[in-house]
């Protein structure tokens, strides 16, 4: 998958999938699942470091995790996020930093924001780094926001999202994460733009969709969001499995004679 195909898809009518992933084995199971493209999230905060956000996630976290995604990535296209303060300060430290995700394997980069990362997203598609935007609930202004909360439900905010996508196009966004937004909203900023809007937690009309990893496997479950599906139930999985391996040294039942060598 590259960037053209990617936003190929939009005009073919193909929904697109989109999944986080963090380590070199959940990307190989990513590939063989057919998924064409995989974020590097800085949703790693949360789901992998234990934090409560994502806004102490560092460049070097982030190559970290693009490096080893992007080691065995084979047909997926690598999109990685840049963290919080990485591309906020200036123009000339989000090139640098774009590059440097750039340069650990990723494709293309995603950063937060709409109209007022105009500027970034010109500079990085001038200097021929493909950008992804990300607008509604963006979780780098959860501050701002005083929590979690679904976002556009006025008219006044609506108005405004669907400027921030029109103008992250024009800049240049190869496409547009849409994240806690309505679904009427979604749809209108899917049907206003050409490029693929890529939805979570706005409804069923955008262009694609992506959920975070350990969400949709059922992984993680310290807070769950109304849009999130857990599709399988690994973290019970796991609990089960751990349970019967501490019972079976406990009583003596593992290893057994097929476990041991003579
Ligand atoms: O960090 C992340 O995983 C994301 C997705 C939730 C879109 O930005």
Known sequence: MTVPEFQRQKSKGRKLVVVTAYDALFTRILEQAGIEAILVGDSL???VQGKSNTLSVTMDEMIYHTMLVASVREN??????????SYQVSVEEAVRNAGRLIQAGAGAVKL??????????????QVGIPVMGHIG???????????????????????????????????????????AIPVDLAKSITEAVSIPTI?????????????????????????????VKPY??????ALQALRRFKEEVECQKFPSDLESYH
């Open 45 to 47: 905060g949360v789901v």
């Open 76 to 85: 997926a296209l690598v999109i990685a996020d840049m963290p919080f303060m």
């Open 112 to 125: 937060e924001g709409g109209i007022s990362m105009i500027d970034r997203v010109q500079a990085l598609t």
């Open 137 to 179: 609930m963006t979780p780098q202004s959860v501050n701002q926001y005083g929590g979690y909360k679904v976002q556009g439900r006025e008219d006044v905010h609506a108005e405004a999202l669907l400027a921030d996508a029109r103008a992250l196009e024009s800049a240049g966004a190869f496409s547009l994460v849409l994240e």
């Open 199 to 227: 939805g979570i937690g706005a409804g069923p009309n955008c262009d694609g969709q992506v959920l975070v990893l350990y969400d949709l496997l059922g992984l993680f479950d310290e807070f769950s969001p109304k849009f």
């Open 232 to 237: 399988a139930h690994l973290k019970a999985d």
